[in-house]
Nanobody
Framework: QAQLVQSGGGSVQAGGSLRLSCVTSALPYRDASMGWFRQAPGKEREGVIIIHESGQTAYADSVKGRFTISRDRANDILYLQMNSLEPEDTAVYYC?????????????????WGQGTQVTVSS
């Protein structure tokens, strides 16, 4: 059974940094597209950064230049490095994996999800 287990997150002041990790196991196929999503209270879940299985990467405009995604394929770990955090980044963050045929940031295209982790940025 596929599992995505997240760690990291927490509370930080504006301008600070946090790193999230996501360890994956037992995905049905190795070359999955993976990414990070977030959901703020009262808002829909949105894509933050996606790495497609082809290697293509997509970023939400709001995080460009501040957030970075990386992938340790040897250990099946996905990372999200978040710098210059802003109060608007406050949300529950989720890692996800899936097999969309082309690049997408739509949550519905990803079938495997981590448990979510809270990130709170205070001003």
């Amino acid at each position: 059974q596929a599992q995505l287990v997240q760690s990291g997150g927490g509370s930080v002041q504006a301008g600070g940094s946090l790193r999230l990790s996501c360890v994956t196991s037992a995905l049905p196929y190795r070359d999955a597209s993976m990414g990070w999503f977030r959901q703020a209270p009262g808002k829909e879940r949105e894509g933050v950064i996606i790495i497609h299985e082809s290697g293509q990467t997509a970023y939400a405009d709001s995080v460009k230049g501040r957030f970075t995604i990386s992938r340790d394929r040897a250990n099946d770990i996905l990372y999200l490095q978040m710098n210059s955090l802003e109060p608007e980044d406050t949300a529950v963050y989720y890692c996800a994996a899936g097999y969309p045929t082309r690049m997408t940031m739509k949550p519905g295209e990803f079938g495997y999800w981590g448990q979510g982790t809270q990130v709170t940025v205070s001003s």
